[in-house]
Nanobody, 123 residues
């Protein structure tokens, strides 16, 4: 079992930055692929980015160049930096773990999920 606990988020003005963190339990964290998703009201959960066990990253085109994901395997944490935020970035943000170490963009790829954290960007 893996537990993911998220922190960060909040209210920020357009153009601002926020940093989200995700702390994972489990001794095999370093082998997991970690994913990043968001869900706005009335919309489906949307892929944002992913980082493989070796640090390889992949981002959705909508956030590429503004958002970055990194991991610290010694601390079992994943950090997500969001810059140049826009009102349309407002959503609940989730971290997720794939214990099969795949690189996927679909919700179904990931078998563990954090509780989510709200990010609100005002115009």
């Amino acid at each position: 079992q893996v537990q993911l606990v998220e922190s960060g988020g909040g209210l920020v003005q357009a153009g601002g930055s926020l940093r989200l963190s995700c702390a994972a339990s489990g001794r095999t964290f370093s082998s997991y692929t970690m994913g990043w998703f968001r869900q706005a009201p009335g919309k489906e959960r949307e892929f944002i980015g992913t980082i493989g066990s070796g640090g390889l990253t992949y981002y959705a085109r909508s956030v590429e160049g503004r958002f970055t994901i990194s991991r610290d395997n010694a601390k079992n944490t994943v950090d997500r930096q969001m810059n140049s935020l826009k009102p349309e970035d407002t959503a609940v943000y989730y971290c997720a773990a794939d214990s099969y170490s795949r690189i996927g963009v679909g919700v179904e790829t990931y078998d563990y999920w954090g509780q989510g954290t709200q990010v609100t960007v005002s115009s």
